[in-house]
């Protein structure tokens, strides 16, 4: 396979990972109705900062460890839906400032229409680091993250082949629709295919923000409903991973 078909495919691979909903999504969804394109773009650079760790860790083999560490792995989930559960309830008390009321990191007004130059400052400073650190720490918490990394991760590292569509079956479709066939194999272990991995991650954590962002603008009943929708992902994702986790360790 030459460079090139090995970075498309990679690319192609990449959105196919970070594409489908769920609990990264939902915190780049709340990011960046909230705050905007940058927040959510930090957000989504968040999230592929944890894979780019676990894609270190996997190429060293620490990776493998954890995968024969069950109760290791079952804390990992456990803390990862502890930790969905609290960036669900701040994605809740989200929900009034997308619908128009007094945001963090936004300009505020005093009663004599001066503003709070100081603390929006201060605010904003924070929220400019906020949903980087938010979505990193749970991408390394994130159990799908980790299992994906403990499977397929592993794989793309190792010289062989990879069938796209038995990790994203709705590509299959895409493909079937398109008329371009019902799989589409590449060959895993080249250096050309994990950057057009990342490359694709690049690509989602770029658009999607900037959709969201666009749709909020054209609508203000958008801003509280992705927000919403954010907090009950988060929350149930938390839930489900809570349980899994305290499971594994009794």
């Known amino acids: 396979m030459s460079v090139a078909l090995s970075l498309l495919g ?19 969804a709340e990011e960046s ?19 780019a760790i676990f894609c270190v860790l996997a190429f060293v083999g620490v990776v493998e460890v ?21 960036f669900a309830v701040d994605a809740a008390t989200g ?22 130059a100081d603390e929006t400052v201060a605010s904003g400073a924070l929220d400019r680091t906020t949903g980087f650190r938010k979505a990193l720490v749970l991408a390394l918490t994130n159990p799908y993250q980790i299992v994906f990394w403990l499977t397929v991760g592993v ?9 796209l569509v038995t990790q994203a079956p709705w ?33 989602w954590i770029t658009g999607y923000p900037a959709t969201l962002v666009a749709v909020d603008r054209r609508s203000e009943r958008a801003g509280p409903v992705v927000a919403g ?12 991973f809570l349980i899994d986790g305290v499971t594994g360790l009794v």
């Open 95 to 116: 929900v009034k400032s997308a619908a128009g009321m007094e945001a963090p990191g936004t300009t505020t007004k005093d009663v004599e229409g001066t503003e709070a």
């Open 229 to 240: 929708i954010s907090a009950l992902v988060l929350g149930g994702f938390g839930i489900l």
């Open 10 to 28: 990679g690319v192609a691979f990449g959105l196919a990972m970070a594409a489908p909903p769920g609990p990264m999504n939902a915190v780049i």
């Open 171 to 203: 590509l299959g479709e895409l493909l079937g629709t398109l008329g371009l066939g019902e799989s589409l194999v590449i060959e895993t272990g080249s250096l050309a295919l994990l950057v057009g991995f990342f490359g694709g991650i690049g690509l």
């Open 66 to 86: 954890v995968q024969h560490a069950p109760r290791l792995r079952a804390a990992m989930v456990g803390v990862g839906g502890a930790l969905m559960l609290v």
């Open 155 to 163: 794989g793309l590292l190792r010289a062989g082949t990879l069938d």
């Open 33 to 51: 109705v909230r705050r905007g394109w940058t927040a959510g773009f930090r957000a989504g650079l968040g999230a592929m900062t944890g894979d």
